[in-house]
T-cell receptor, first 112, second 112 residues
């Protein structure tokens, strides 16, 4: 929809290791988001960005950090992965002139 | 504190009949509402939206109704098709925040 790609698409890692997920968009949308999807919880906002180097926390930000050095890229880092961070992670973007949010294909992360 | 609720985790409907998916919200600041459809192993895709200045919005087989006094919105799909089988999320946002709160989703199954 908004030229959003996520990498990797699947990852298995071990508890305590750092993990970085990448989101890339081609539409020059100002706003970018990271969500996690878990059964019974729907989509929960982890962090979001309203511009280059401008980020803020969402409702489930503990254990996660983000960075946005370019408009098109938004990185999500798990400093020390835990089993509770096993989830499907979605990146999303919104253009400033609309209120519609578009999602990437997701990254399935398993922390053993 | 769930600000957006989808109280029906699942719904089954016969092909050709109407599907009605419901969503309730608690925050009176929300003034923009969206519905997303999600297939397994894919990201959510935008379906239809409605602003609080309207009480109805139609797009083909999909109609969203908004009852502001009841803080309730519903998505009607008529006629339902087997390809509509998916998880549907409603989301709400307050003007200018560009932050979206999602419900937990309703799994729709359209029976052929």
């Amino acid at each position: 929809d908004a030229g959003i790609t996520q990498s990797p698409r699947h990852k298995v890692t071990e508890t305590g290791t750092p993990v970085t997920l990448r989101c890339h968009q081609t539409e020059n949308h100002r706003y970018m988001y990271w969500y996690r999807q878990d059964p019974g919880h729907g989509l929960r906002l982890i962090h979001y960005s309203y511009g280059v180097k401008d980020t803020d926390k969402g409702e489930v930000s503990d254990g996660y950090s983000v960075s946005r050095s370019k408009t098109e890229d938004f990185l999500l880092t798990l400093e020390s992965a835990t089993s509770s961070q096993t989830s499907v992670y979605f990146c999303a973007t919104t253009a400033a002139i609309t209120d519609t949010q578009y999602f990437g294909p997701g990254t399935r992360l398993t922390v053993l | 504190d769930q600000q957006v609720k989808q109280n029906s985790p699942s719904l089954s409907v016969q092909e050709g009949r109407i599907s009605i998916l419901n969503c309730d919200y608690t925050n009176s600041m929300f003034d923009y509402f969206l519905w997303y459809k999600k297939y397994p192993a894919e990201g959510p895709t935008f379906l239809i939206s409605i602003s609080s200045i309207k009480d109805k919005n139609e797009d083909g087989r999909f109609t969203v109704f908004l009852n502001k006094s009841a803080k309730h919105l519903s998505l009607h799909i008529v006629p339902s098709q087997p390809g509509d089988s998916a998880v549907y999320f409603c989301a709400a946002s307050a003007a200018g925040t560009y932050k979206y709160i999602f419900g937990t989703g309703t799994r729709l199954k359209v029976l052929a």
